[in-house]
Every structure is written in structure tokens, then in C-alpha cells.
């Protein structure tokens, strides 16, 4: 099935903005998603050793209209992530990681190991990747929180696997629908993309790394204590 989305200039000729389409402006274009899938623009003003046409192929893809998650995983996530600390500093959001390799990929403060039944759940329910080479980082952004500019580094990812971003809002006492937008995540060379409520976003860390193709969200100022939950998959080699 095909589906419409929007899409508006933001920032520059080559940055763009998706939303869904009940939540589209009047004045915003309609864009056709194939699958499931929204196609980013890219800008063509950064281009390295390959073509645009490359450079184009290995943009950001985002599925929508994931499944609810469970009352039973949000708790999980709530009272297994802490505020870590990094450089000497309190970091705003809260973390936990889970992998089967006995050893942290990322937050070494909170390692909890194998991921438990309800996650890996969720996981196989909407059709994402999990074995026992599956390293699962979930943020809990609280109080409006966010995280800077960075490129991931891939030391100890599987070559040609992807990165699954899984977002969605655990806002107490605010009911969002799979169309509402709950933050903003942004790529340099690909724009600045709404974060939508029960989505993934998947892009290839190798090439991103290679080009040294950064990414950051924003929160929404207009909710006051907002809260969103980041489930960040990768394979491990």
C-alpha cells in the first residue's frame, strides 16, 4: 500500500521536514511513500568519494504505525534506565543497554545483559533483527531532553548491517496517536526529520561513518516534562 506524507523546505534548498498527513499544513507538497518507507532528500552540496546517486541510496528510511508497546515494557524501561554519568557530568537522559555478549557496547553503568522477554518481543513483532549478536541501547529522554551532534563510532558492528531507531512516547497523561510528532532528529546532508510517535528509522552506520555524516534530535518545547523512549538496535559481530 501506498501512502502520502508531507514535505516543506526547512533551513535550506535542501533541507526537508516529513509529517503525517493528518497533520499536514495546507501549504505543504505531497510526497508518495512506497512500503512503508519515506524517501529523504539529500543535499548535494556535501558529497565525498561517491555519487550523488550513492550518497542518495544511503539516506535515512523511516516505517511508521509500529505496534503499542506494552504497559509492561514502558515500566520495564522506567525503572531499569538511570542518569549515567559521562566526563565527571550527570547525562540529562536515563540509558540501559542489553546484549548476550557479556560485556557493554556503549553504556558500561548500566549493562543488564540479556534483554528481557517483553523487549525482545517487541522486536520480533515489528519485524526488527534480534539474535544473540543484537546489542539493544534504550534512552529514556526526560524532562525535555536531548542529545548533542555526533557520529556514531562502528567499531564491532557486523559490516552492511543497519541501525534501527525505535521511538515512542511515554508522556504520563497524554495519549499520543502513531501520527503525532514527538521530537526531532537531524542529519547533516540529509535535513531535519520530524521524530513520529511508534516509529523506526534505519540508516547504514558504515557509510555515515565513512562520510562522517552526523546526527542529533531536539525536543519539542511545547510539552513541559516531556518524556520519549529511544530503542537503538545494532548488530554486533
Not at 148 to 177: A, E, N
Request: aromatic share 10%; proline share 5%; net charge positive.
Amino acid at each position: 500500500m501506498s501512502h502520502r506524507v508531507c514535505v516543506r523546505g526547512g533551513g535550506g534548498a535542501n533541507s526537508f521536514f516529513f509529517a503525517s498527513p493528518q497533520s499536514c499544513p495546507p501549504e505543504i507538497v505531497g510526497k508518495k511513500i512506497e512500503n512503508g518507507f519515506v524517501p529523504l532528500p539529500v543535499s548535494k552540496n556535501r558529497l565525498t568519494m561517491d555519487s550523488y546517486q550513492t550518497h542518495k541510496a544511503n539516506r535515512p528510511q523511516t516505517r511508521f504505525e509500529l505496534t503499542q508497546p506494552s504497559s509492561e515494557l514502558i515500566k520495564l524501561i522506567k525503572s531499569e534506565t538511570i542518569h549515567p554519568q559521562k566526563m565527571g557530568r550527570t547525562v540529562k537522559r536515563k540509558v540501559v543497554e542489553y546484549n548476550c555478549k557479556g560485556s557493554a557496547y556503549y553504556w558500561k553503568d548500566n549493562y543488564k545483559g540479556k534483554p528481557p522477554p517483553c523487549l525482545i518481543a517487541y522486536l520480533v513483532e515489528n519485524d526488527i533483527k534480534w539474535d544473540e549478536n543484537t546489542s539493544i541501547l534504550i534512552n529514556h529522554y526526560v524532562n525535555n531532553s536531548a542529545i548533542g551532534k555526533h557520529c556514531d563510532s562502528t567499531k564491532g558492528l557486523q559490516l552492511d548491517s543497519l541501525v534501527h531507531s525505535i521511538s515512542f512516547s511515554s508522556y504520563k497523561g497524554f495519549k499520543f496517536s502513531t501520527n503525532e510528532e514527538i521530537g526531532r532528529i537531524g542529519f547533516t546532508d540529509y535535513g531535519n526529520i520530524p521524530i513520529m510517535n511508534r516509529s523506526v528509522m534505519s540508516w547504514n552506520p558504515h557509510y555515515h561513518h565513512a562520510h562522517q555524516i552526523q546526527h542529533w534530535t531536539s525536543a519539542l518545547k511545547k510539552y513541559y516534562m516531556f518524556e520519549r523512549i529511544n530503542i537503538t538496535v545494532r548488530q554486533l559481530v
